[in-house]
């Protein structure tokens, strides 16, 4: 195997990596967002909030 081929397939593997844990990333953090929502469904604030995003 030429020293090309070799740095081809390890910049291949390398990408593969990162678009993997990405992926797993983007999982991990819809499944938290998901849970808080159904955590908070339906549960009424005891104070006004108006102007909270200023």
Do not use: C, P, W
Not at 11 to 21: D, E, H, K, T
Not at 35 to 50: D, H, I, M, P, R
């Amino acid at each position: 195997m030429r020293n090309s081929d070799r740095e081809r397939k390890t910049q291949r593997l390398f990408y593969a990596l990162i678009l993997g844990l990405l992926v797993a990333y983007a999982g991990l953090k819809y499944r938290h967002i998901s849970l808080a929502f159904t955590a908070y469904e339906g549960q009424v604030l005891k104070s006004n909030t108006s102007g909270a995003a200023k």
